[in-house]
C-alpha cells in the first residue's frame, strides 16, 4: 500500500553530474507530476505526463528530461546538475484530470555542490 | 508573475481559536481552488477543495469560502488543534488545466 514511493530521499552530487530522481505509483493513475520546492517560491511544475509516453512542459522545465515509458514510472533526469537546481522535488499523481486533487510523494533533497 | 499570491508567510494561533489563512488571485478564468497542508519531510496532501459555482465548502473543522468578485478565497480552521501547524498552499487552476500553487503560508498553533 504504499502509494507514491520516491528514490532517493537524500542525495548529494556535484555540478556537472547526471542525476536521476525516480518516482512509482502502485494506484495506476494517468496522469504524474515533478515539482520543485524553493524557499520564496513554493511548488513550481516542472514536467507532468497524462498517460504512458505522454509528456509536456510545466513552469520551469529547463535544464530536466522526463520519460514514461510505463504508466507506474516518471524519471526525472537532470542532465548536467547545476547548483541552481538544489532543491526538494516532489512527484504527484492524478487519477482522472489535470486539474484533479494530487497525490504526492514524500520528496527528494536534491543538494548540488 | 504570481497568479495565486498568499500574502503571509507565517501566521501564528493560539490553540482552540479560530484560523483563517487568505489567498488571492489574479486570473479571473479560473475555476476550481484547493488547499493542501504540507507537514516537514512530507509531501503535501489535499485538504480541501471549492468549485468556483459555490461560495462556501465545508469538511469538519475546514471550511473554504470564495470571492469570486474579489478573486480572495480563504481556509478557516475552527478550533484550531496542535496537529495543524503546517504550511498551507493555496492553489487553483483554470478549466482542467494545470494546477499553479500560491508560496505557502506556515501556520503555528500556540499551547
Known amino acids: 500500500d504504499a502509494g507514491i514511493t520516491q528514490s532517493p530521499r537524500y542525495k548529494i552530487t556535484e555540478t556537472g553530474r547526471q542525476v536521476t530522481l525516480m518516482c512509482h505509483q502502485t494506484?495506476?493513475?494517468?496522469?504524474m507530476f515533478w515539482y520543485r520546492q524553493d524557499l520564496g517560491h513554493g511548488l513550481r511544475l516542472i514536467y507532468y505526463s497524462a498517460a504512458a509516453d505522454i509528456t509536456d512542459k510545466g513552469e520551469v522545465p529547463d535544464g530536466y528530461v522526463v520519460s514514461r515509458s510505463k504508466t507506474e514510472n516518471f524519471p526525472l533526469t537532470l542532465e548536467s546538475a547545476t547548483r541552481s537546481q538544489t532543491s526538494v522535488y516532489f512527484c504527484?499523481?492524478?487519477?482522472?484530470?489535470?486539474?484533479?486533487?494530487?497525490?504526492f510523494g514524500d520528496g527528494t533533497r536534491l543538494s548540488i555542490l | 508573475d504570481q497568479q495565486v499570491k498568499q500574502n503571509s508567510p507565517s501566521l501564528s494561533v493560539q490553540e482552540g481559536r479560530i484560523s483563517i489563512l487568505n489567498c488571492d488571485y489574479t486570473?479571473?478564468?479560473?475555476?476550481?481552488f484547493l488547499w493542501y497542508k504540507k507537514y516537514p519531510a512530507e509531501g503535501p496532501t489535499f485538504l480541501i477543495s471549492?468549485?468556483?459555482?459555490?461560495d462556501k465548502n465545508e469538511d469538519g473543522r475546514f471550511t473554504v469560502f470564495l470571492n469570486k468578485s474579489a478573486k480572495h478565497l480563504s481556509l478557516h480552521i475552527v478550533p484550531s488543534q496542535p496537529g495543524d501547524s503546517a504550511v498551507y498552499f493555496c492553489a487553483a487552476s483554470e478549466r482542467n488545466d494545470k494546477i499553479i500553487f500560491g508560496k505557502g503560508t506556515r501556520l503555528h498553533i500556540l499551547p
Open positions: 494506484w495506476s493513475h494517468s496522469y
Open positions: 504527484a499523481t492524478a487519477d482522472r484530470a489535470l486539474n484533479q486533487p494530487q497525490h
Open positions: 486570473n479571473s478564468m479560473f475555476d476550481y
Open positions: 471549492i468549485s468556483s459555482i459555490k
